[in-house]
T-cell receptor, first 116, second 112 residues
Protein backbone atom coordinates (compact mmCIF):
# COMPACT_ATOMS: atom_id res chain seq x y z
CA UNK A 1 0.00 0.00 0.00
CA UNK A 2 1.10 3.53 -0.69
CA UNK A 3 1.49 6.23 1.88
CA UNK A 4 3.22 9.55 2.32
CA UNK A 5 4.33 11.12 5.59
CA UNK A 6 5.38 14.71 6.03
CA UNK A 7 7.46 14.61 9.16
CA UNK A 8 6.82 18.17 10.35
CA UNK A 9 3.47 19.91 10.48
CA UNK A 10 5.14 23.30 11.00
CA UNK A 11 8.63 24.59 10.19
CA UNK A 12 9.87 28.04 11.12
CA UNK A 13 13.05 29.59 9.66
CA UNK A 14 14.62 33.02 9.49
CA UNK A 15 14.86 34.84 6.20
CA UNK A 16 18.12 33.97 4.43
CA UNK A 17 18.57 30.60 6.19
CA UNK A 18 18.12 27.16 4.57
CA UNK A 19 14.78 25.41 4.32
CA UNK A 20 14.29 21.66 4.78
CA UNK A 21 10.83 20.11 4.51
CA UNK A 22 10.84 16.35 5.02
CA UNK A 23 8.77 13.75 3.20
CA UNK A 24 8.91 9.96 3.44
CA UNK A 25 6.88 7.65 1.25
CA UNK A 26 6.09 4.02 0.83
CA UNK A 27 5.13 2.51 -2.48
CA UNK A 28 5.05 -0.96 -3.94
CA UNK A 29 5.84 0.44 -7.36
CA UNK A 30 8.32 2.91 -8.77
CA UNK A 31 6.63 6.11 -7.69
CA UNK A 32 6.17 9.54 -9.16
CA UNK A 33 6.60 12.18 -6.49
CA UNK A 34 5.53 15.80 -6.40
CA UNK A 35 5.81 18.84 -4.19
CA UNK A 36 3.05 21.44 -4.30
CA UNK A 37 2.85 24.83 -2.59
CA UNK A 38 -0.29 26.55 -1.38
CA UNK A 39 -0.33 30.23 -0.54
CA UNK A 40 -3.17 31.55 1.63
CA UNK A 41 -6.59 31.43 -0.03
CA UNK A 42 -5.14 29.94 -3.20
CA UNK A 43 -5.13 26.57 -4.92
CA UNK A 44 -2.08 24.34 -4.96
CA UNK A 45 0.71 25.03 -7.43
CA UNK A 46 3.31 22.52 -8.63
CA UNK A 47 6.82 23.17 -7.32
CA UNK A 48 8.58 20.16 -8.83
CA UNK A 49 8.15 16.51 -9.75
CA UNK A 50 10.20 13.34 -9.87
CA UNK A 51 9.39 10.66 -12.46
CA UNK A 52 12.41 8.28 -12.42
CA UNK A 53 14.84 10.47 -14.34
CA UNK A 54 17.47 12.47 -12.40
CA UNK A 55 17.28 11.93 -8.65
CA UNK A 56 17.94 15.61 -7.91
CA UNK A 57 15.01 17.62 -9.17
CA UNK A 58 15.03 21.38 -9.51
CA UNK A 59 11.79 23.29 -9.23
CA UNK A 60 10.52 26.82 -9.31
CA UNK A 61 11.58 29.62 -6.95
CA UNK A 62 14.92 28.00 -6.11
CA UNK A 63 13.50 24.85 -4.53
CA UNK A 64 14.89 21.40 -5.19
CA UNK A 65 14.28 17.88 -3.93
CA UNK A 66 16.33 14.71 -3.91
CA UNK A 67 14.81 11.28 -4.43
CA UNK A 68 16.56 8.73 -2.18
CA UNK A 69 15.24 5.26 -2.82
CA UNK A 70 17.26 3.64 -0.03
CA UNK A 71 15.74 6.03 2.50
CA UNK A 72 12.31 6.27 0.78
CA UNK A 73 12.58 10.02 1.11
CA UNK A 74 11.90 13.04 -1.08
CA UNK A 75 12.87 16.04 1.04
CA UNK A 76 12.38 19.58 -0.24
CA UNK A 77 15.18 22.12 0.24
CA UNK A 78 16.04 25.71 -0.54
CA UNK A 79 19.40 27.31 0.28
CA UNK A 80 18.02 30.66 1.42
CA UNK A 81 14.46 31.36 2.55
CA UNK A 82 12.56 34.40 1.38
CA UNK A 83 9.55 35.96 3.06
CA UNK A 84 7.44 35.03 0.03
CA UNK A 85 8.16 31.32 0.70
CA UNK A 86 5.80 31.38 3.68
CA UNK A 87 3.07 28.93 2.65
CA UNK A 88 1.91 25.37 3.11
CA UNK A 89 3.75 22.62 1.24
CA UNK A 90 2.37 19.23 0.24
CA UNK A 91 4.25 16.10 -0.75
CA UNK A 92 2.30 13.82 -3.12
CA UNK A 93 3.01 10.28 -4.31
CA UNK A 94 1.54 8.59 -7.34
CA UNK A 95 1.87 5.06 -8.62
CA UNK A 96 3.75 4.96 -11.88
CA UNK A 97 1.91 2.30 -13.78
CA UNK A 98 -0.64 4.42 -15.57
CA UNK A 99 -3.14 4.75 -12.79
CA UNK A 100 -5.62 7.57 -12.51
CA UNK A 101 -5.87 10.52 -10.18
CA UNK A 102 -7.48 8.06 -7.80
CA UNK A 103 -3.96 6.85 -7.08
CA UNK A 104 -2.57 10.16 -5.81
CA UNK A 105 -1.82 10.28 -2.10
CA UNK A 106 -1.37 13.68 -0.44
CA UNK A 107 0.65 14.28 2.68
CA UNK A 108 -1.00 16.30 5.43
CA UNK A 109 1.09 19.36 4.66
CA UNK A 110 3.90 21.38 6.28
CA UNK A 111 3.30 25.00 7.09
CA UNK A 112 6.45 27.06 6.54
CA UNK A 113 6.85 30.30 8.45
CA UNK A 114 9.64 32.75 7.57
CA UNK A 115 10.75 35.27 10.18
CA UNK A 116 12.32 38.58 9.16
CA UNK B 1 -5.22 32.05 -19.74
CA UNK B 2 -7.98 30.97 -17.30
CA UNK B 3 -6.83 27.43 -16.36
CA UNK B 4 -9.25 25.94 -13.81
CA UNK B 5 -12.14 28.16 -12.75
CA UNK B 6 -14.27 27.41 -9.71
CA UNK B 7 -17.49 29.15 -8.73
CA UNK B 8 -18.65 30.35 -6.29
CA UNK B 9 -15.69 31.42 -4.14
CA UNK B 10 -17.77 31.37 -0.94
CA UNK B 11 -21.07 29.75 -0.02
CA UNK B 12 -23.13 29.40 3.14
CA UNK B 13 -25.80 26.70 3.26
CA UNK B 14 -28.28 25.53 5.83
CA UNK B 15 -28.38 21.86 6.76
CA UNK B 16 -30.42 19.92 4.24
CA UNK B 17 -30.01 22.35 1.36
CA UNK B 18 -28.51 21.22 -1.93
CA UNK B 19 -26.16 23.04 -4.24
CA UNK B 20 -23.72 22.57 -7.10
CA UNK B 21 -20.11 23.68 -7.10
CA UNK B 22 -18.98 24.53 -10.60
CA UNK B 23 -15.62 23.69 -12.15
CA UNK B 24 -14.46 24.45 -15.67
CA UNK B 25 -11.08 24.06 -17.36
CA UNK B 26 -9.92 25.36 -20.71
CA UNK B 27 -6.80 23.22 -21.18
CA UNK B 28 -8.54 20.25 -22.82
CA UNK B 29 -7.47 18.01 -19.92
CA UNK B 30 -8.94 14.53 -19.75
CA UNK B 31 -8.49 14.09 -16.01
CA UNK B 32 -10.48 16.13 -13.49
CA UNK B 33 -11.04 15.70 -9.78
CA UNK B 34 -12.58 17.19 -6.67
CA UNK B 35 -10.82 17.42 -3.32
CA UNK B 36 -11.78 18.72 0.06
CA UNK B 37 -9.26 20.32 2.37
CA UNK B 38 -9.72 20.31 6.12
CA UNK B 39 -7.21 21.57 8.71
CA UNK B 40 -4.53 18.97 9.48
CA UNK B 41 -6.01 16.49 6.97
CA UNK B 42 -4.30 17.48 3.74
CA UNK B 43 -6.39 17.01 0.62
CA UNK B 44 -8.83 14.12 0.32
CA UNK B 45 -10.21 12.98 -3.01
CA UNK B 46 -13.99 13.06 -3.36
CA UNK B 47 -14.61 12.02 -6.98
CA UNK B 48 -12.60 12.00 -10.15
CA UNK B 49 -13.08 11.59 -13.89
CA UNK B 50 -10.76 10.19 -16.55
CA UNK B 51 -12.80 11.60 -19.43
CA UNK B 52 -16.24 12.73 -20.51
CA UNK B 53 -18.88 10.26 -19.36
CA UNK B 54 -16.55 8.46 -16.93
CA UNK B 55 -16.44 9.14 -13.19
CA UNK B 56 -15.30 7.23 -10.14
CA UNK B 57 -15.30 7.58 -6.38
CA UNK B 58 -12.38 8.73 -4.33
CA UNK B 59 -11.66 8.45 -0.64
CA UNK B 60 -14.64 10.44 0.70
CA UNK B 61 -17.53 10.28 -1.82
CA UNK B 62 -20.51 10.04 0.51
CA UNK B 63 -22.95 12.94 0.20
CA UNK B 64 -21.57 14.10 -3.14
CA UNK B 65 -22.48 13.42 -6.78
CA UNK B 66 -20.62 14.25 -9.97
CA UNK B 67 -21.15 13.99 -13.69
CA UNK B 68 -18.92 14.74 -16.67
CA UNK B 69 -20.94 15.48 -19.78
CA UNK B 70 -18.19 17.55 -21.44
CA UNK B 71 -14.40 17.61 -21.27
CA UNK B 72 -14.46 21.14 -19.88
CA UNK B 73 -16.92 20.89 -16.98
CA UNK B 74 -17.00 18.78 -13.84
CA UNK B 75 -19.66 19.98 -11.36
CA UNK B 76 -19.87 18.66 -7.80
CA UNK B 77 -23.33 18.34 -6.28
CA UNK B 78 -24.11 18.29 -2.59
CA UNK B 79 -27.37 16.42 -2.23
CA UNK B 80 -28.35 17.38 1.32
CA UNK B 81 -25.75 19.54 3.03
CA UNK B 82 -24.50 18.58 6.49
CA UNK B 83 -22.22 20.53 8.88
CA UNK B 84 -19.53 17.86 8.31
CA UNK B 85 -19.31 19.11 4.72
CA UNK B 86 -18.02 22.48 5.89
CA UNK B 87 -14.68 22.62 4.11
CA UNK B 88 -12.68 24.18 1.30
CA UNK B 89 -13.27 22.41 -2.00
CA UNK B 90 -10.72 22.30 -4.80
CA UNK B 91 -11.18 21.21 -8.37
CA UNK B 92 -8.12 20.04 -10.30
CA UNK B 93 -7.31 18.85 -13.79
CA UNK B 94 -4.39 17.18 -15.52
CA UNK B 95 -3.51 16.11 -19.03
CA UNK B 96 -2.66 12.51 -18.08
CA UNK B 97 -2.91 10.18 -15.12
CA UNK B 98 0.37 11.20 -13.50
CA UNK B 99 0.74 14.65 -14.99
CA UNK B 100 0.93 17.55 -12.55
CA UNK B 101 -2.41 18.81 -11.32
CA UNK B 102 -3.71 22.30 -12.10
CA UNK B 103 -5.89 23.58 -9.27
CA UNK B 104 -8.65 26.12 -9.07
CA UNK B 105 -8.63 28.70 -6.28
CA UNK B 106 -11.18 26.84 -4.22
CA UNK B 107 -14.71 27.24 -2.88
CA UNK B 108 -15.08 27.86 0.84
CA UNK B 109 -18.32 26.22 1.99
CA UNK B 110 -19.93 26.65 5.38
CA UNK B 111 -22.94 24.54 6.39
CA UNK B 112 -24.85 25.77 9.42
Amino acid sequence: AQSVTQLDSHVSVSEGTPVLLRCNYSSSYSPSLFWYVQHPNKGLQLLLKYTSAATLVKGINGFEAEFKKSETSFHLTKPSAHMSDAAEYFCVVSMNYGGSQGNLIFGKGTKLSVKP
Amino acid sequence: NAGVTQTPKFQVLKTGQSMTLQCAQDMNHEYMSWYRQDPGMGLRLIHYSVGAGITDQGEVPNGYNVSRSTTEDFPLRLLSAAPSQTSVYFCASSAHAISPLHFGNGTRLTVT
